[in-house]
């Protein structure tokens, strides 16, 4: 084949369509989301003072954490996804969430008496709290390592624990309107270990899928 046959052969062949890694990752939250949404109404449900609840310092404090974790998470996988890419100052977006929470429990061990501590740390509802947001952030995550498999990690086991995080801040921000343990003292224990066991399940799933 001549020189000029081959240019025109390989001008032929299709142009391969660019992979939209956003729109991935954007509808894998939005899959993962009706999966927990699922859970949420066959199992959770909002608890029964919702609207009093709602508008409380202490009961808000929950979902914007919950916010704090997942937005930075998502936008930091965003980037992940690119072989070459940095996390950059966007990582420390990601102690945003630990920052409120010491700040809300400080304030708690001043206006709370000693004795009260360790009832409300302890809370009403810590099993079922560390059992149900692993629960709903599970089809999330699912859904976000599928998604980055689109991509490139260049660490797929930190990766996929940041994709563990990210799910179990949505699924949070979804379990804190049926969590009856308002205060910070138990939100700064059992939330982030339930966050703990999504990012371990990440770190997993990021190796065992993610690897190139």
């Not at 062949?13 to 990752?25: A, M, N, Q, S, T």
């Not at 309107?177 to 700064?188: I, K, N, Q, T």
Request: with cysteine; aromatic share 8%.
């Amino acid at each position: 084949m001549k020189t000029s046959e081959l240019i025109a052969a390989l001008a032929a062949d299709p142009v391969p369509e660019p992979v939209h890694l956003g729109r991935r990752l954007a509808a894998a939250v939005a899959l993962g989301l009706v999966g927990a949404l699922v859970l949420y109404g066959l199992v959770v449900g909002p608890r029964p003072d919702f609207a009093e609840a709602l508008g409380t310092i202490r009961f808000d404090l929950k979902f914007v954490d919950a916010l704090a974790l997942a937005l930075p998470s998502l936008l930091l996988l965003l980037r992940l996804m690119r072989p070459d890419a940095k996390a950059g100052a966007l990582a420390l977006w990601l102690f945003a969430p630990l920052v409120l929470l010491a700040a809300a429990v400080v304030a708690e061990l001043i206006v709370v008496p000693q004795d009260e501590w360790l009832p409300r740390l302890v809370g009403q509802n810590m099993r079922y709290c560390t059992t149900m947001i692993p629960m709903m952030a599970a089809p999330i995550l699912a859904a976000l390592i599928v998604a980055l498999r689109a991509g490139a990690p260049q660490h797929p086991g930190w990766t996929g624990a940041l994709a563990g995080a990210a799910a179990a801040g949505l699924a949070s921000f979804l379990y804190a309107s049926h969590c009856p343990d308002d205060s910070p003292l138990f939100v700064a224990t059992w939330y982030p270990l339930a966050t703990l066991v999504c990012a371990a399940a990440g770190a997993w799933a990021g190796r065992r899928f993610l690897a190139w």
